[in-house]
């Protein structure tokens, strides 16, 4: 089994093809200097010691090394002992409102914001549940199917922005049918004895569909829904930001500001009737506490996964040979060698 510890190192392989493009770059813009300040033949007459097949073997030494440099921090484990883990737990899916109005700021820093954070804070508490994640607007989308990598699941939250989704509005009940085909859709009967909930966290502002039949037919299945009202009743603007920050605040088309509201009625109505409560959220406790504590009375029954419990890290390989690598990078000169010559790796004689 192959995992990595650091999957976030990924992003920085992306400098590889940019290091190759900004060397040829140079190397071509050397070039048409060197042909615009005299002859091309008289340059390299005068500079006979330097040798650029060589300056190219350096650069892909530096090259490679720079890329075993970032396998090494990305950090290849490997699985060497599976065992069978017995889990007691069940699964829950967040329902995440991303409409634009979740960027208001009457919830600091924003509702979206605090919300990821509650939910951080949430995962971290998790043993043995299975965790999924829906996000909405004007639709609905799977952002992370059930499951018990917690990592992942805080990798795939981090990543959640009111721009993902195309299409704004709010669709509350397309997001709850969606969460609780989630939750029903299971190929694995393992966890079909599992008990099932979904965490809606939202405003409450819903002008899609009829939240309340979904939630009725989510609850005869035996799905409970809990709600979390984040926002307030008072209303705010929502603002429009710009290199992170506020230039002004959304309109309408006939140019009245736009003031988001906090709907307890509607979120209330939503849990009734999928057997869940409903909590009103503030800056200091978004009310994910209350709502898991009424989770974890449920009945949660008894799994046994299958897992590799011991991995083999092996970041020091590949931090070796970067390290061989810069070794023979220093004792590489630029300059030719009759040996060197001979060898002839590139195909060509040397030019400058």
């Known amino acids: 089994m192959l995992d990595f510890a650091h999957k976030s190192f990924f992003y920085a392989l992306i400098a590889l093809p940019l290091l190759v493009g900004i060397y040829i770059a140079s190397l071509y813009m050397r070039k048409k200097a060197i042909k615009r300040f005299g002859e091309t033949g008289l340059f390299k007459r005068l ?24 396998i090494a921090l990305i950090d290849p484990e490997t699985g060497s002992h599976l065992e069978n883990i017995n889990t007691k737990g069940s699964d829950i899916v967040i329902t995440l409102d991303v409409s634009n109005s979740m960027n ?33 607007a004007g639709e609905s989308l799977v952002q992370l199917p059930v499951t018990t990598d917690y990592s992942a699941a805080k990798m795939f939250l981090s990543q959640i922005q009111s721009n993902l989704m195309p299409v704004q509005g709010t669709a509350i009940g397309e997001a709850l049918t969606r969460s609780a085909n989630l939750l029903l859709d299971e190929g694995d009967s393992t966890f079909s004895k599992r008990s099932k909930s979904i965490i809606l ?13 979904s939630a009725k037919e989510i609850g005869n299945n035996g799905i409970r829904i809990y709600t979390i009202g984040i926002g307030s009743p008072d209303g705010v603007p929502i603002p429009v930001e710009s290199n992170g920050k506020t230039t002004g605040y959304k309109k309408d088309k006939d140019g009245t500001t736009i003031i988001t509201k906090l709907n307890m009625n509607l979120l209330e109505s ?37 897992r590799y419990s011991d991995y083999n890290e092996h970041f020091l390989i590949f931090a070796f040979i970067a390290l061989i ?17 001979h060898l002839n790796l590139f195909g060509k004689s040397d030019e400058k």
């Open 325 to 341: 690598l810069i070794i023979i990078d220093i004792f590489v000169t630029e300059k030719k060698t009759k040996w060197y010559q």
């Open 201 to 213: 966290i939202s405003d409450g502002e819903n002008f899609e569909d009829d939240a309340v039949a």
């Open 104 to 136: 208001a700021q009457d919830i600091q820093p924003s509702r979206l914001e605090r919300a990821k954070q509650a939910i951080q804070q949430l995962i971290d508490k998790l043993q043995g549940d299975r965790i999924g994640i829906v996000i909405f």
């Open 270 to 306: 939503v849990a009734q009737n999928a057997g869940g409560i409903c909590v009103q959220a503030s800056s200091s406790d978004i009310g994910l506490d209350k709502v898991t504590e009424q989770i974890n009375k449920l009945k949660k029954s008894n799994v046994s996964l299958k």
């Open 47 to 70: 500079s006979g010691e330097s040798s650029l097949s060589k300056k190219n073997l350096k650069f892909i030494l530096v090259l490679i090394a720079f890329a075993f440099i970032l």
